[in-house]
Nanobody, 126 residues
Framework: VQLVESGGGLVQVGGSLRLSCQVS????????IGWFRQAPGKAREGVSC????????YYGDSVKGRFTISSDKAMNTVYLQMNSLKAEDTGVYSC????????????????????WGKGTLVTVSS
C-alpha cells in the first residue's frame, strides 16, 4: 500500500490550497482515511477523517468551517481543500488509512493508523 501526498506549498494568510492523497496497492473495500498535520515543534494532530462511504467522521476544532475532506474513488484520491488559511496551519500534512474498526465504528486514531504517506509541507506566511 502506498499513499502519496501532493499539493503543499507556500501560501499567504487567507489563501487556499488543495492537498491530494493518491492511494495505490489498496484492496480493502471498507476503511477510514484521514489527514493529519504536524506543526514545527508540536505534536501531530488529526485534521479530518472520512470513511469509505464518504461519511465525514471528524474535523479538528481548529479547521472546522475552513477545511473540507472529499474523495474521488475513480482516481483513488482523497483531497483536503483548505480555505482561509492561517499562519498556525503551517506544518507537514500527511494522509493515513485505517483498515480496522474501533469500538465497532470507523475512525482515524492518531497513533494507530495502518498506512501512512510521507507528507507534504504547507507554509502559510503572514
Amino acid at each position: 500500500v502506498q499513499l502519496v501526498e501532493s499539493g503543499g506549498g507556500l501560501v499567504q494568510v487567507g489563501g487556499s490550497l488543495r492537498l491530494s492523497c493518491q492511494v495505490s496497492g489498496f484492496t480493502f473495500d471498507d476503511y477510514a482515511i484521514g489527514w493529519f498535520r504536524q506543526a514545527p515543534g508540536k505534536a501531530r494532530e488529526g485534521v479530518s477523517c472520512m470513511d469509505s462511504k464518504d461519511n465525514v467522521i471528524y474535523y479538528g476544532d481548529s479547521v472546522k468551517g475552513r477545511f473540507t475532506i472529499s474523495s474521488d474513488k475513480a482516481m483513488n484520491t482523497v483531497y483536503l481543500q483548505m480555505n482561509s488559511l492561517k499562519a498556525e496551519d503551517t506544518g507537514v500534512y500527511s494522509c493515513a488509512v485505517s483498515v480496522r474498526l474501533y469500538g465497532g465504528r470507523w475512525y482515524c486514531p492518531l497513533f494507530d493508523m495502518d498506512y501512512w504517506g510521507k507528507g507534504t509541507l504547507v507554509t502559510v506566511s503572514s
